[in-house]
């Protein structure tokens, strides 16, 4: 079984910056695509970014070109480097991965991930 533990977390002033990491244990990572989504107050769990086995990336509209996704394989650790932080940004992030290996396209929905971190809590001031 997987373990995900995600850190980073923090409140941040508008227009700043985070990088959240994600540390897994418990099978081989690198076969595995990993996702980041989010959760605000009274909302539901969205897709905020993914990495496939073999690096190809996903992004949701609203943080493509704020937010990168990337892996390191040799840490077994994916990150999430948040940049132009906003208010609306404000949420519980949580990592997870892949139901199955080698997915050829990595998913962006909550159902394609199996395994799921803990989250950390991401407040952005105005």
């Known amino acids: 079984q997987v373990q995900l533990v995600e850190s980073g977390g923090g409140l941040v002033q508008a227009g700043g910056s985070l990088r959240l990491s994600c540390a897994t244990t418990g099978r081989t990572f690198s076969m595995y695509a990993m996702g980041w989504f989010r959760q605000g107050p009274g909302n539901d769990r969205e897709f905020v970014a993914s990495i496939g086995w073999s690096g190809g990336t996903y992004y949701a509209v609203s943080v493509k070109g704020r937010f990168t996704i990337s892996r390191d394989n040799a840490k077994n650790t994916v990150y999430l480097q948040m940049n132009s932080l906003k208010p609306e940004d404000t949420a519980v992030y949580y990592c997870?991965?892949?139901?199955?290996?080698?997915?050829?396209?990595?998913?962006?929905?909550?159902?394609?991930?199996?395994?799921w971190g803990q989250g950390t809590q991401v407040t952005v001031s105005s």
């Open positions: 997870a991965a892949d139901r199955v290996r080698f997915r050829t396209v990595a998913g962006t929905e909550v159902a394609d991930f199996g395994s």
